[in-house]
């Protein structure tokens, strides 16, 4: 049987890393308990982050946003601040899972599990999201794109841990765009999944673009060459079809039980043919 602890502060949580290096660390539980019983993760004991309040909730501090790493889903669904400056995450959040799901999953534990499925990732990444990663005695901020390496592979390093995300709020966006293409309508993991943040004027023209691709690469996937081919453009079908051809070049999916490469490839270009409900 394993040992479960429940450190209530991060000087606890340390004490309890250095004790237990080999030990489990979860916040909801709802990817580390499944590979438990799966026999993916193999752990004598289990550190669980729930009852430290330091790692929760979301903070306004001006030009940014800090949430903490063990903030559920719903909390972030129901916060007035995310709400109001990012509603790409938002929309991201509101088809993550399950209502139990969302209940009892962080956005910490959605980062660190790297997954290129990962609802909120896409997001997080035209957001130029930030991470806060933290041990003992020492902190450090570094970009989501940095910190994430592979298919659940993140930088964490022994005795570390994801404390955070930051985001800095931005004006300049007034398309917030989410969509993720499944096997059924609800509780589906990503085929394919488009963020787009885009600011368009009142005559249609993109201003700025920033798009990423999630489950079709290794990881979430932005493409310069994408954006480049929006801006400055006015949205039309002929534009989009454009960079919806340089999607199809830009990504890099693989076949797996959930669907093949080459329709994840025409699925990623496709979904920008949607940025057509924004044109003026």
């Known amino acids: 049987m394993r040992e479960v602890f429940l450190p209530r502060t991060l000087d606890?949580?340390?004490?309890?890393?250095?004790?237990?290096?080999?030990?489990?660390?979860?916040?909801?539980?709802t990817d580390v308990l499944v590979k438990l019983r799966a026999g993916l993760i193999v752990a004598s004991s289990l550190i669980c982050l729930e009852r430290i309040e330091d790692l929760k909730g979301v903070r306004d501090h001006g030009d940014e946003v800090y949430i903490g790493a063990a903030t559920t889903h719903r909390a972030l669904l129901a916060d007035s601040v995310i709400q109001k400056?990012?509603?790409?995450?938002?929309?991201?959040?509101?088809?993550?899972?399950?209502?139990?799901?969302?209940?009892?999953g962080t956005i910490g534990g959605n980062v660190v599990t790297a997954s290129p499925a990962g609802d909120t990732l896409p997001p997080l990444y035209v957001l130029d999201a930030e991470v806060e990663v933290r041990w003992g005695d020492g902190a450090q901020r570094l970009?989501?794109?940095?910190?994430i390496l592979g298919p659940g592979k993140t930088s964490l390093g022994?005795?570390?841990?994801?404390?955070?995300?930051?985001?800095?709020?931005?004006?300049?966006?007034?398309?917030?765009?989410?969509?993720?293409?499944?096997?059924?309508k609800a509780l589906a993991i990503a085929v394919v999944s488009l963020a787009a943040l885009l600011q368009?004027?009142?005559?249609?023209?993109i201003d700025q673009a920033r798009l990423a691709w999630g489950s079709v690469g290794p990881t979430v996937i932005r493409s310069v060459e994408v954006e480049s081919a929006l801006e400055g453009r006015v949205i039309s079908r002929?534009?989009?079809?454009?960079?919806?051809?340089?999607?199809?070049?830009?990504?890099?999916p693989i076949d797996d039980i959930r669907a093949g490469g080459a329709y994840r490839r025409t699925v990623a270009g496709n979904l920008l043919l949607r940025l057509m409900n924004y044109a003026g």
């Open 85 to 104: 400056h990012f509603p790409i995450l938002i929309q991201a959040l509101g088809v993550l899972g399950s209502p139990p799901v969302r209940n009892m």
């Open 158 to 184: 022994p005795g570390q841990l994801l404390t955070g995300v930051w985001l800095r709020k931005s004006a300049d966006y007034n398309v917030h765009h989410f969509e993720k293409v499944g096997q059924r």
């Open 238 to 252: 002929d534009v989009l079809d454009h960079a919806a051809a340089l999607a199809q070049t830009a990504v890099s």
């Open 12 to 29: 606890e949580l340390w004490d309890l890393l250095h004790r237990r290096p080999e030990a489990a660390i979860y916040a909801g539980g």
């Open 143 to 147: 970009p989501l794109s940095r910190f």
């Open 200 to 205: 368009v004027s009142d005559s249609g023209r």
